[in-house]
């Protein structure tokens, strides 16, 4: 009874995810591996960087995957001016209804379900570090309190290339927060010819929410509920080893053009 319970969970999932493929490809042509990617993030609780010059609808994946799922949506624009308490909020000195005053917390925009840090190394490395404990831990520490970020909770980057005039490189630590780091290339020449003609005569489809945010909770919890082999474990521990230089078991190109595993 529970193996058939678990597999009706998971034809429901595979439905799921392909009704959300479905309603991003009526605005996002091609890119397939980058949806899927990005889907994957979604349903482990990782948060993605996509990565890819401007003009790849990179920004335009993103808010349409958040106009697909019935939850709360902020897009932090990076500058070089930006603040660290522009990000996770600031503490300001009101005055309650009885004239007296208090200080109160103003939640900043990583207060919601998906967040979209559009060109996050377009500011400095010390506002960069504002998203570390929020995308690791889910919470945002403000003086001397902590505050719990709304669950789901997963960041969603888009960053240029860092050759590019006015970038700033992520840090290692900024790095390891994100699952995956997709590089969005150029689409194919029958893609960007459908993309055209679609601009010119706006047939840009309209897209529907497909889930909650307590059905998403509920899906990362049955990926997570999914068993993994000793042989699965076993191959991906000596896989990631081998990518550190000092580890003996590492092949000789890792040790010539690696330096942290």
Known sequence: MQNDRISEYLTQFAQTRAQMVEQLGRVIVGQNEVIEQILAAIFTRGHCLLVGVPGLAKTLMVSSTAQILDVSFKRIQFTPDLMPSDITGTTILDENEQGRRQFRFV?????????LADEINRTPPK???????????????????????????????????????????????????????????????????????MTAKDESGEIHKVLSGKAIVNLQKLVASVPVGDFVIDFVTRLVRATRPKDPTAPDFVKKMVDWG
Do not use: C, W
């Not at 505050?147 to 900024?174: H, K, R, S, W």
């Open 107 to 115: 939640q900043g925009p990583v207060f919601a379900n998906v967040v």
């Open 127 to 197: 506002t960069q570090a504002a998203l570390l404990q929020a995308m690791q831990e889910r919470q945002v520490s403000v003086g001397q309190e902590t505050f719990d970020l709304p669950d789901p909770f997963f960041v969603i980057a888009t960053q240029n290339p860092i050759e590019q005039e006015g970038t700033y490189p992520l840090p290692e630590a900024q790095l390891d927060r994100f699952m995956f780091n997709v590089k969005v290339d150029y689409p194919s020449i029958d893609e960007e010819k459908r993309i055209l003609s």
